[in-house]
């Protein structure tokens, strides 16, 4: 079990759907991330939170919109998503951002089909 | 520009001894991250290392060497259970907590 949860672990919306995906620690951390995960590839950042406020976001379309409501949840708003968005979706935590030996801490992940 | 190389594949033997290299070329260092990743599951953090040297956690080991910007991940005692894919990361410079990823090799064990 991992200490990252997330919400849904599947989904499958169509392109004018308008869905949430949701993602809660207790570990007191202050920075949390959203990866993209394609098949057979590494994660790919999207999103990073630093004490609740958005540090970087990789240039990632506006049909994606993360939300912080406190440093235990991170959401991911979809809107008209494409078919190629379709992959896995991986919330991460770790203490801070900076520092020595903060590993990233993973959810199992929500598993996103765009029909 | 930023860079981490890891083989592909890589296949070994149940009880046997694996070793997954990787280099790295990026801006900055602020230490190398190597995560176990199941097919369909979590990535889970396996080990860290920021100063020159071996770091051995039960059957699994990494060592770092950074003036030759070179990891690897040791595995002992194989076990079915170890197949799976190993990502390296690095963390660069800056407080970002961006991790730069290698793609990642798939680790087959056989009986």
């Known amino acids: 079990d991992t200490e990252v949860t997330q919400t849904p672990k599947h989904l499958v919306m169509g392109m004018t759907n308008k869905k949430s995906l949701k993602c809660e620690q207790h570990m007191g951390h202050r920075a949390m991330y959203w990866y993209k995960q394609k098949a057979k590839k590494p994660p790919e950042l999207m999103f990073v939170y630093s004490y609740e406020k958005l540090s970087i976001n990789e240039s990632v379309p506006s049909r994606f919109s993360p939300e912080c409501p406190n440093s235990s949840l991170l959401n991911l708003h979809l809107h008209a998503l494409q078919p190629e968005d379709s992959a896995l979706y991986l919330c991460?935590?770790?203490?801070?951002?900076?520092?020595?030996?903060?590993?990233?801490?993973f959810g199992d992940g929500t598993r996103l089909s765009i029909l | 520009g930023q860079n981490i190389d890891q083989p592909t594949e890589m296949t070994a033997t149940e009880g046997a001894i694996v070793q997954i290299n990787c280099t790295y070329q990026t801006s900055g260092f602020n230490g190398l991250f190597w995560y176990q990743q199941h097919a369909g599951e979590a990535p889970t953090f396996l080990s860290y290392n920021v100063l020159d040297g071996l770091e051995e956690k039960g059957r699994f080991s990494s060592f770092l060497s950074r003036s030759k910007g070179y990891s690897y991940l040791l595995l002992k005692e194989l076990q079915m259970k170890d197949s799976a894919s190993y990502l390296c990361?690095?963390?660069?410079?800056?407080?970002?907590?961006?991790?730069?990823f290698g793609q990642g090799t798939t680790l087959q064990v056989k009986p």
């Open positions: 990361a690095v963390k660069g410079s800056g407080n970002t907590g961006k991790l730069i």
């Open positions: 991460a935590s770790s203490l801070t951002t900076g520092g020595y030996n903060q590993p990233q801490h």
